[in-house]
């Protein structure tokens, strides 16, 4: 991909660059650099041919990485050349070395059949060994004489390896179930402890799935004729049934479907705050579209339940296309007395510690930018935001949500954080019981702490149990200054735009692509605030609500909270 987006696709072809064209905010940039070429030539040289000279120790060592089809391959550089060519079952290597002295050559290639017939380096029969931990394919290791020029020949003979084939996913709690005739299991690594209880015999493996979803990889160790190796066995491991959807939802409505991704058909009843309906999904199959209507649904989060049998799964639904049909009974958390600055301040304080020693993973004492944009810095203005709040102190969003925060020029807001100029976290009591609660959050961010939890904030019951918001960027939380530009290529959100208030009008946005094709610019003038929301148990007595800071650098506040009785 890297050659075909610089060398072809590129405005400077035959190029090496830094940045790609698909960088929506700084396109083709820093060419030339010796970043990418020195990058670049690492992937061709010491990737794609393998080549690792040890000039100290008097060796080569080089390690073929092109794929398994290729029959021809051929690099030159001024240090050496070297060619590949297969007919049928006859692999041929010519390797000349134009370095200063002569050295010993160590050739590692990997095998696709059992057997070997016969290796002749320099026309002369050679011994092989067999690589202990090779991955993917059992590997040889050939081993030289110091010389300049070798042309090594590989006859290889037997059958192709056999390898376990898995599915792309499996269910939590399925069997992994696996057989092969013509290899046997020698031992297994399981890393990742996705084996529960299992049983691996000798051309076979039984096993019940556990662990952490997502792409998930066991290790097993496979034994053919002259051949032994580790074979990766990779999988996506996954929920037995998910909520499928998309982020932009329509008015007053929420329309999803449910997929199974269980080996059997399954009797579902779906449920949305009161809304009830039964279903069949076939095996690792998707349901049929359902809707929900605007009576059983709340602004923002709606959780969906799934009951199959005794096991219940739930998942969010974002939709701020939606208003209450009828009276809601909202209540403000009272947090006066503890907002601790105003959200103007943000970077006009001086962040000094903690910091890191290191030029390139500190930031600049303001708390933005970086150590190439070490001026960076941003205004935010609330004006719009005070104003909107006036004398009664309190503001409503589209969704007629109210928020209580000071209209006067008192602070209006909690900051949390890892620097030593806010605590790390705060608690504040609750009390009854409530269907849901809202957030008006502001913060700072930083590339450093992409796509990882940058904060919680935690609602606890008084049984012990509790509900968690991770603040994730850039899925749902977006910095104080500016709107994430997303168009699918080089950068990616994986969350549902928040609802954003703009500090300096007061007005409300759930579309702000206009901010950059305006102003040609990421920020938004005077920043924004974002509304973040949580369903509750509205069985549950509640205890207390939790905001804390994970990760260092950025500054996450709390501007008003509102419970939905």
């Known amino acids: 991909s890297m050659f075909l987006d610089f060398m072809f696709l590129g405005s400077s072809p035959a190029n090496f660059g830094q940045l790609s064209f698909y960088d929506a905010f700084r396109g083709e940039l820093y060419r030339d650099f010796a970043d990418g070429i020195g990058m670049a030539s690492r992937v061709l040289v010491e990737g794609l041919f393998g080549v690792t000279p040890d000039l100290i120790n008097n060796s080569l060592t080089i390690r073929p990485g092109w794929p398994s089809e290729w029959s021809f391959s051929k690099l030159e550089t001024p240090d050496l050349k070297i060619q590949f060519k297969r007919e049928e079952q006859k692999d041929m290597y010519t390797i000349d070395s134009h370095f200063p002295k002569p050295l010993s050559l160590k050739l590692l290639v990997k095998s696709q059949l059992d057997a070997v017939h016969s290796i002749r380096i320099n026309g002369k029969e050679s011994e092989w060994k067999l690589s202990e931990n090779s991955i993917g394919f059992p590997e040889l290791e050939i081993d030289t004489p110091e010389g300049s020029s070798f042309e090594i020949v590989i006859i290889w003979t037997g059958t192709p390896l056999k390898k376990f084939s898995v599915r792309t996913f499996y269910a939590l709690g399925e069997t992994l179930n696996l057989e092969m005739n013509e290899a046997r299991i020698r031992d297994f690594f399981d890393p990742q402890h996705l084996f529960k209880t299992f049983n691996v015999g000798g051309h076979s493996i039984r096993t019940e799935l556990q662990g952490e979803l997502g792409e998930r990889t066991v290790f097993v160790k496979l034994a053919q004729r002259q051949m032994s190796w580790w074979q990766p066995l990779s999988f996506e ?20 479907s449910v997929r199974n991704n269980t080996e059997t ?301």
């Not at 290191?358 to 005070?386: K, M, N």
Request: proline letters at 7%; hydrophobic letters at 35%.
């Open 237 to 256: 491991l996954r929920k037995p049934f998910e909520i499928i959807y998309s982020g932009e939802q329509p008015q007053n409505e929420l329309l999803f």
């Open 265 to 565: 058909v399954r009797d579902c009843e779906v449920s949305v705050n009161g809304f009830l309906k039964k279903i069949k999904i076939p095996a690792r199959s998707v349901s049929s579209g359902i809707k929900v209507k605007r009576e059983f649904l709340a602004p923002g989060s709606n959780r969906v339940k799934i009951q199959a049998g005794l096991a219940v799964y739930t998942e969010n639904i974002l939709n701020w296309n939606i208003t209450p049909m009828n009276p809601v009974n909202y209540e403000s958390v009272d947090l006066a007395g503890r907002l601790n600055d105003r959200i103007t301040n943000i970077f006009r304080e001086q962040y000094l510690s903690p910091r890191s020693p290191f030029p390139t993973l500190a930031i600049p004492v303001q708390g933005i930018g970086d150590w190439c944009s070490f001026r960076e810095t941003a205004v935010v203005d609330d004006s719009g935001l005070r104003s909107l709040a006036g004398n009664s102190n309190t503001i409503s969003s589209p969704q007629l949500i109210p928020f209580v925060t000071p209209g006067s020029e008192v602070p209006n807001i909690l900051f949390t954080s890892k620097w030593d100029n806010y605590p790390e976290s705060f608690g504040l009591k609750l009390s009854g019981k409530a269907s849901h609660i809202y957030f008006l959050m502001a913060g700072s961010g930083h590339h450093m702490q992409s796509r990882m939890t940058n904060g919680v904030v935690k609602v606890e019951y008084l049984d012990g149990t509790m509900e968690i918001l991770p603040l994730v960027s850039p899925d749902n939380w977006w910095p104080v200054e500016q709107d994430f530009y997303e168009d699918g290529y080089a950068f990616r959100v994986d969350g549902v735009r928040p609802l954003r208030l703009y500090l300096k009008t007061g007005e409300w946005h759930l579309d702000s692509d206009d901010v950059w094709s305006k102003n040609k610019t990421r920020k938004i003038d005077g920043g924004a605030a974002s509304v973040l929301d949580l369903p509750l148990n509205p069985a549950k007595e509640l205890l207390q609500l939790t905001l804390e800071t994970r990760t260092n650098d950025v500054v996450i506040g709390l501007m008003a909270a509102t419970l939905q009785r």
